[in-house]
């Protein structure tokens, strides 16, 4: 069975950080690009980082500076670690996982997988 699951989410105040991982099982972890996306209320998912085991990686310009994404491919997870957190980052986190190693950020149209997703709420 194909499962990609989040963790890592929580209620932090503004500027503070949280780590999320995204663990995937099931299928070829290095034949993927696997991408964080958030949703928050009354908005559309967006995305927000892309990673392939091939070194390649992408950020929406609202987190550039303050998001980072690292892997462990031997343990297939992909996290992300995000710096210096304002109320505007308050979403659903979602992973998703879309074959190949195109272009790295994927619109949301093309992940095959997702995740179930992880709750993160920034307070001011």
């Known amino acids: 069975e194909v499962q990609l699951v989040e963790s890592g989410g929580g209620m932090v105040q503004a500027g503070g950080s949280l780590k999320l991982s995204c663990a995937a099982s099931?299928?070829?972890?290095?034949?993927?690009?696997i991408s964080w996306f958030r949703q928050a209320p009354g908005q559309e998912r967006e995305g927000v980082s892309c990673?392939?085991?091939?070194?390649?990686?992408d950020y929406a310009d609202s987190v550039k500076g303050r998001f980072t994404v690292s892997s462990d491919n031997a343990e297939a997870r992909v996290y992300l670690q995000m710096e210096n957190l304002k109320p505007e980052d308050t979403a659903l986190y979602y992973c998703?996982?879309?074959?190949?190693?195109?272009?790295?950020?994927?619109?949301?149209?093309?992940?095959?997988?997702w995740g179930q997703g992880t709750p993160v709420t920034v307070s001011s």
């Open positions: 998703g996982a879309t074959p190949g190693w195109g272009p790295c950020m994927i619109r949301p149209v093309n992940v095959l997988y």
């Open positions: 099931g299928f070829t972890f290095d034949d993927y690009t």
């Open positions: 990673f392939t085991t091939n070194g390649v990686t």
